[in-house]
């Protein structure tokens, strides 16, 4: 028997275009010689459509949806997952679904089991937990058909996430299933591959099945799904491996529980994988991260911020970006992100010049304009500040200059920005980094303005060596004197980032340990810090909440991002 895994990029809602891709993924698995196709979870209507699932009309749709991919299931079986009603009197109306469409028809709906509500998921907002857990007989083989988070309460070393009283797989006795079949919506973030595989061998293992792991790719909104599907044979073995971070499918021959032939074969032995770790930079940057090969994080991130990009322009039909360069860290890499995912032409940059601003800035903003052979603008802020202090005068009177003129030259640059971009029609991105957000170090409707954070979820530390894998790729990309460096804001003179926070090495250190790990200001243990600068750090980030819940779409790469991962209260004292 052939089984094709078919690794596909979904968009939110666009059932009509979901549902193509679909039937053409079917059609080329059967011109392959696939008896099978598995596609992820939520295929259908893609992943997460939130509330859309209580809109009028949209399950239906899917449902309908689900029916017309199975009239393309004549001499080849698929796995679809999308939404289905909930026929029962009582509990929620819908179920998250696996539609087993063969002969023509929908033959079975499994439904998902164990319903995910951590970290950015919520799914007991919207579905009801499938109870009746059965194998499905397919051409003399016994199929466990799991859904994403039904197989995650075999998660080993997690004494953080949630422990699920049920157990899908041995309800469904598992043990006697010749395949075990997962197809996920398993976002990104770099620390969750490993997670992932370690979940999936140890099922493997326990239950003596192969299993197939299908995963969504691309970026909806805030998550990024990087794909990365995989098969695990019953000795609990990765035998093959799909792109990350692309659609892609690959055909995998089995007989009885036997792996047979495989394409996407994963290349590397035990032996010569633990070997090329030995060769590879120790993991310096990726605080949660356990994995050594920072290479493969890297690369891991950087494609993620790209696909992000790309994914949330392209599904809004958006095609143009503005940002403000500085001549700093963070915008220099934002403008390199940018140019890799949308073209060079597509990506105007704002250099906003004001008294403050130094010669060594203004010539590594125009060296990178250089060299990305990108449009800009240069608008001088100075006119435009002048007149609002003016204006202010009367009610400043008698009051000092303090951060209020500094905060009054920031908003003056988001003003030119977004007046760019309402002019021209260019989405604005935003360049604040992780370390800023979380201790406020940012200005409201100013320097924290735009339509998408494309850096949000990357420490300081974690911004530098992401510019240093551009490098890497494109050699003098990011000018090496925007590199080397003290950062800085330029809102007075010769300010520096390290006039209000602790060097970006020690205070990334104390923030992953708060926000990440869930620490309290007593557990937290940093070389170099004090009892009283981590007490200072974590009332920095609480104080800063009103801001960023004020704050626009963080392209997610961290195990815990500003965002949906993490709500909490404005108004607390702990």
């Known amino acids: 028997m052939k089984i094709a895994l078919v690794q596909l990029n979904y968009h939110v809602g666009n059932i009509e275009e979901n549902v193509t891709k679909i039937k053409h993924g079917i059609k080329e698995a059967k011109s392959k010689g696939a008896d099978l196709a598995i596609f992820a979870e939520l295929a259908i209507c893609g992943y997460p459509p939130k509330d859309l699932l209580l809109q009028n009309g949209f399950v239906k749709k899917c449902e309908d949806a689900a029916a017309s991919i199975a009239r393309e299931c004549k001499g080849i079986t698929a796995i679809v997952g999308g939404p289905s009603h909930n026929p029962a009197a009582n509990g929620r109306p819908i179920f998250n679904s696996a539609f087993f469409l063969a002969d023509g028809k929908i033959k079975t709906i499994i439904h998902k089991s164990l319903l995910p509500f951590y970290d950015v998921f919520d799914e007991y907002r919207y579905f009801e937990p499938g109870r009746d857990n059965k194998l499905i007989s397919f051409k003399g083989n016994k199929l466990a058909i799991t859904i994403c988070e039904d197989i995650w309460n075999q998660c080993p070393d997690s004494d953080n996430r949630y422990t699920h009283r049920r157990f899908p797989l041995k309800e469904m006795k598992a043990g006697k299933a010749d395949y075990i079949i997962n197809i996920s919506a398993s976002p990104f973030s770099y620390i969750h591959w490993e997670e992932r595989r370690k979940v999936a061998c140890s099922v493997a293992k326990e239950y003596k099945a192969p299993l197939f792991y299908v995963n969504n790719i691309g970026t909806n909104t805030d998550l990024t799904f990087d794909g ?236 530098y060596r992401i510019a240093e894998y551009v490098n890497e790729l494109h050699p003098g990309l990011i000018p090496k004197n925007i590199l080397k460096k003290a950062p800085t804001a330029e809102l007075r003179h010769h300010q520096k980032d390290s006039d209000s926070l602790p060097e970006y090495d020690i205070l990334d250190k104390i923030l992953v340990q708060y926000i990440e790990q869930h620490k309290s200001a007593a557990e937290i243990k940093v070389k170099g810090a004090t009892k009283e600068l981590v007490i200072k750090v974590v009332n920095m980030v609480n104080k800063a909440e009103f801001k960023r819940q004020q704050f626009c779409p963080i392209l997610r790469v961290s195990p815990k991002s500003f965002g949906t991962g993490r709500r909490m209260p404005i108004v607390a004292k702990f």
């Open 228 to 463: 990365s599907s995989f098969v695990v044979d019953k000795d609990g073995t990765p035998v093959s491996e799909l792109a990350s971070f692309k659609e892609d499918m690959a055909i995998i021959q089995v007989k009885g529980k036997k792996i047979i032939a495989a394409q996407r074969l994963i290349s590397n032995t035990p032996k010569e994988s633990q070997k090329s770790l030995k060769l590879k930079k120790g993991n310096s940057v990726w605080y949660c991260s356990s994995d050594t090969d920072d290479n493969r994080i890297t690369n891991s991130v950087y494609q993620a911020l790209i696909l992000g990009i790309r994914d949330y322009f392209h599904k809004n039909n958006l095609q143009k970006a503005v940002l403000g360069l500085s001549g700093g860290m963070d915008s220099a890499l934002v403008l390199a992100l940018a140019v890799e995912a949308l073209g060079k032409e597509n990506v105007t940059s704002v250099v906003l010049p004001s008294q403050f601003s130094s010669d060594e800035t203004m010539n590594d903003a125009m060296q990178i304009l250089k060299n990305t052979e990108s449009p800009y603008e240069i608008l001088s802020i100075e006119p435009g500040v002048e007149a609002v202090n003016e204006s202010l005068s009367k009610a400043f009177k008698g009051l000092k200059p303090d951060i209020t003129e500094e905060n009054i030259q920031a908003r003056m640059r988001g003003l030119f920005i977004m007046a760019v971009s309402n002019k021209t029609g260019a989405l604005m991105l935003n360049t604040s980094n992780k370390s800023e957000l979380a201790t406020g170090y940012g200005t409201l409707y100013g320097d924290m303005g735009g339509a998408l954070s494309v850096s949000g979820d990357l420490y300081k530390t974690q911004v």
